[in-house]
């Protein structure tokens, strides 16, 4: 099952039980999201990658710098350990790990949540990757993906008990759109995938004919 099936199956599943003005609600700042245009803000292939150092959920930091030096980089932004359409993300990512590395590149994922949080989703998932930690959502606004979610997406989310505010130690009630970026050694994005549409995330197989192509022309 791919991971947009797996993504669709939990979506259905949620939706005929959940109260019908809640789902209303979560689509409706979907939609208005999307029709923002802020994805089309969000950095493409061709930009230079903004530099960072974040903090690892296992303890200490991890560089862009160092992690490029040791070959191209697979970035996913994700909105955080209460999400379960990122949870079922992780999972596709865990499984495609082993073909990523085998093309000689790196993997990060990236969420606005606390470190305590981005431990429980690591250990949950039993993630191998480095889970790091975006204090405030800086990199991901720098990567153009960070927004504010509506009053009544907030109210709802309240009323289900996730409290964003804690989770991310922020209390700005913004989030990053799911994205996933390919980083090329040169500091270039070589692949960009945003999603303003949280249950719909591409497949992370479609990142292996970059990743070759890259692996290709460094060996060239």
């Known amino acids: ?11 259905a599943d949620f939706e005929g039980k ?73 999972g596709a990512l865990r499984e495609a790990w082993p073909a990523i590395q085998a ?7 990236i969420s606005p949540q606390s470190l305590a949080n981005g431990r ?5 998932k039993q993630i191998d990757f480095p889970m790091l930690s975006d204090p405030h959502g800086e990199l991901a606004d720098a990567f153009g993906l960070r927004f504010r979610l509506p009053d009544d997406l907030i109210a709802l989310y309240q009323s289900f008990g996730v409290d964003l505010p804690a989770i991310n130690e922020d209390p700005s009630w913004k989030l990053p759109m799911p994205a996933r970026f390919v980083i090329g050694q040169d500091g270039v994005i070589a692949y ?23 692996q290709g022309s460094i060996a060239a």
């Open 1 to 11: 099952m791919s991971l947009q099936e797996k993504l669709d199956a939990f979506k």
């Open 18 to 90: 959940a109260p019908k003005q809640a789902v209303e609600i979560m689509h409706r700042a979907t939609a208005d999201l999307i029709a923002s245009g802020q994805a089309d803000k969000a950095l493409t292939a061709g930009a230079v990658a903004p530099a960072f150092t974040l903090s690892e959920a296992d303890g200490g930091s991890v560089g862009s710098s160092d992690l490029l030096a040791r070959g191209p980089l697979v970035i996913s932004f994700y909105r955080g350990v209460w999400c379960p359409y990122c949870n079922i993300e992780l």
């Open 103 to 109: 093309t000689g590149a790196q993997l990060i994922s």
């Open 120 to 124: 429980k989703a690591k250990r949950d």
């Open 192 to 214: 960009a995938e945003v999603s303003p549409d949280y249950t719909r995330r591409p497949d992370p197989a479609d990142l292996l004919p970059v990743l070759k192509r890259l």
